[in-house]
């Protein structure tokens, strides 16, 4: 198709490097938007259960798909085992809701979305200690929920299978205790925490890392208020070097951002539900940035995680909760 690259995974499954995200947006926007993602000619869309909107996502890919506007084999689409879930015995019946919301007989990649576990009470809230806080399931084993994922391949309902916000020694563990090696670790990379060590490491592994919060995460600010997080984020579009590079280039400072993503190898999943901008999201194959460009963009790296998951209170007690707070540590 026209415009998308792909990157080869370590099961022979092609991954197109641009991808659309999905996490907070209504299912009016994200149906609207999803429409739009495709005529722009996107094929990756990233979601999950947490994001509550696989089944406004499912309905456009039916019609999608039922009016012969698009091959199956053509879309790329990832969900993700949610931590409330990341246990063994979940591992089916989450994919198959997923499945079903998502209205498709297979997913391209089915991520574990998180290296830990939370409980849940039976409405479905997170259950809490006497000050707040997140009860961890420490029962937690990513070699056993691994294996049900590898199930899932061996049963066609997933192609691929990946994990995300694993630490470098949480990858190392799990290539170790595997028959089918993590296809790609999702973490959040950006000019501003570039992880060099995790991704290096992934790369030297063949696991292919995907880049969310891609574009520094904007629309994080408004969640953190609702968990009465206070920060002080950085806006990545107003970095002066990423400004310059776009003028230089005539595209804009988010172009310039993606493109240090995929230049480096790996995938970016965007999030826009504006028209303009998720087009202009995808609209990155028509110019390359010099080396010097991708040398200087390498050496802004600050370590600011901007999705800390901290709105997950008091998830820094589960053992397999490995961010370094920068707000609270
Ligand atoms: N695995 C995980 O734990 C995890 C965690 C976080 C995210 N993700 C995935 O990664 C995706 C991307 O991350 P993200 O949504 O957190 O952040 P992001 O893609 O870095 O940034 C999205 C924000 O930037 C704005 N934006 C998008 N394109 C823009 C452009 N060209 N110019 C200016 N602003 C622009 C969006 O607003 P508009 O919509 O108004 O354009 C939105 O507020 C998510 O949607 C989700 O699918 C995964």
Redesign the pocket.
């Known amino acids: 198709m026209a415009n998308t690259q792909f990157l080869t995974l370590n099961n022979g499954e092609k991954m197109p490097i641009i991808g659309i995200?999905?996490?907070?947006?209504s299912d009016e926007e994200i149906e609207t938007?999803i429409d739009q993602a495709l005529e722009a000619g996107y094929r990756h869309i990233?979601?999950?259960p947490v994001?509550g909107n696989e089944q406004a996502i499912g309905r456009v890919l039916k019609r999608w798909l039922d009016a012969g506007k698009v091959k199956r084999e053509e879309l790329f689409i990832v969900t993700?085992l949610p931590p409330i879930a990341n246990r063994p015995h979940e591992v089916e019946p989450t994919i198959k809701k997923s499945l079903a919301d998502l209205q498709l007989d297979y997913v391209d990649m089915y991520?574990i979305?998180?290296p830990f576990t939370v409980f849940i009470n039976e409405d479905g809230s997170f259950k809490v200690d006497e000050e707040g806080l997140m009860i961890p399931d420490v029962s937690t084993d990513h070699a056993a929920t691994w294996l049900e994922m590898e199930k899932l391949v061996a049963n066609g309902l997933t192609k691929s299978i990946g994990i995300?916000?694993f630490s470098k020694e949480q990858v190392a563990r799990l290539l170790k205790n595997c028959k089918i090696p993590p296809a790609t670790n999702?973490?959040?990379h950006?000019v501003y925490l570039q992880q060099r060590d995790l991704v290096d490491f992934c790369k030297s592994k063949n696991v292919v890392i995907t880049a969310?919060?891609?574009?520094?995460?904007?629309?994080?600010a408004k969640f953190n208020a609702g968990a009465n997080l206070v920060r002080d984020l950085p806006d990545l579009?107003d970095i002066p070097e990423v400004k310059e590079m776009a003028a230089s280039h005539g595209k804009?400072?988010?172009?310039v951002l993606l493109r240090w993503i995929i230049e480096t190898g790996n995938v970016a999943?965007?999030?826009?539900?504006?028209p303009d901008?998720?087009k202009?999201?995808f609209n990155v194959f028509d110019f390359k940035l010099t080396e010097e460009e991708v040398a200087k963009l390498s050496a802004l790296d600050k370590n600011i995680r901007?999705?800390d998951f901290a709105f997950f209170h008091g998830i820094e007690r589960h053992p397999e909760f490995t961010f370094k707070n920068q707000y609270t540590n």
């Not at 804009?252 to 172009?255: F, L, S, Y």
């Not at 999943?269 to 504006?274: A, E, F, G, M, Q």
């Open positions: 995200g999905t996490w907070q947006a938007a990233d979601t999950a994001y993700k991520l979305h998180t995300s916000n999702q973490i959040e950006h969310y919060a891609p574009l520094g995460s904007k629309g994080i579009m804009t400072p988010a172009q999943i965007p999030k826009s539900t504006n901008r998720l202009q999201n901007v999705c």
